[in-house]
Antibody
Framework: QVQLVQSGAEVKKPGASVKISCKAS????????LHWVRQAPGHGLEWMGR????????NYIEKFQGRVTMTRDTSLDTGYMELSGLTSDDTAVYYC??????????????WGQGTVVAVSS | DNQLTQSPSSLSASVGDTVTITCRAS????????FNWYKHTPGQAPSLLIY???TLRRGVPSRFSGSASGTNFSLTINSLQPDDFVHYYC?????????FGQGTKVDIK
């Protein structure tokens, strides 16, 4: 079955960068966009952007432009999300998610388990 | 961006009650294909409940249902069960950036 397995929790200092991985299995990695969603404490879900694993093409939301980089390694069926210039506002749980593997839709029917990123001096 | 205004932000109900959560889009979503609902239990990843506005994901109990009318979308939960007292989010994928509603917390009265 479809599995998305993310890397472990991270603690970072302000100004640092964090890179989270998302290892996919159970489906053809290059056939479905890989998305990243985060949830900060006390806040709702926030879509950050997506990568086309086949082409490497990306879309990011404006607030993260210049700070986020989504990449992939198709030989490892793994996607990555790197966020730089961390502040305490970036403390959150980060999820990778894939739409439409199980359902014929653009809904996220597969999610990673989440990666906690804590930013603290 | 297509903002989704989800209401209420929280509600209190009892086991067995029926509740409805609504989402209103700031821009027209011309196809119901691009509207979804999720359940989010603290400490777990979100879970898809309904996609394409009204299609129940396989394995999701039939007490959950979704509907659409113009720019308004609704999630109804009939006969609330103990596992249903969590957060719910709507989502649109019609236009980039994809957006979520701000969420509804359903707690026990």
């Amino acid at each position: 079955q479809v599995q998305l397995v993310q890397s472990g929790a991270e603690v970072k200092k302000p100004g640092a960068s964090v890179k989270i991985s998302c290892k996919a299995s159970g489906y053809i990695f290059s056939s479905f966009y890989l998305h990243w969603v985060r949830q900060a404490p006390g806040h709702g879900l926030e879509w950050m952007g997506r990568i086309n694993p086949k082409t490497g093409g990306t879309n990011y939301i404006e607030k993260f432009q210049g700070r986020v980089t989504m990449t992939r390694d198709t030989s490892l069926d793994t996607g990555y999300m790197e966020l730089s210039g961390l502040t305490s506002d970036d403390t959150a749980v980060y999820y990778c998610a894939v739409p439409g593997v199980e359902t014929v839709s653009e809904a996220f029917d597969s999610w990673g388990q989440g990666t906690v990123v804590a930013v603290s001096s | 961006d297509n903002q989704l205004t989800q209401s209420p932000s929280s509600l209190s109900a009892s086991v067995g009650d029926t509740v409805t959560i609504t989402c209103r889009a700031s821009q027209t979503i011309y196809t119901s294909f691009n509207f979804n609902w999720y359940k989010h239990t603290p400490g777990q990843a979100p879970s898809l409940l309904i996609y394409a506005a009204s299609t129940l994901r396989r394995g999701v109990p039939s007490r959950f249902s979704g509907s659409a009318s113009g720019t308004n979308f609704s999630l109804t939960i009939n006969s609330l069960q103990p596992d249903d007292f969590v957060h719910y989010y709507c989502q649109q994928t019609y236009s980039v950036p994809w957006t979520f509603g701000q969420g509804t917390k359903v707690d026990i009265k």
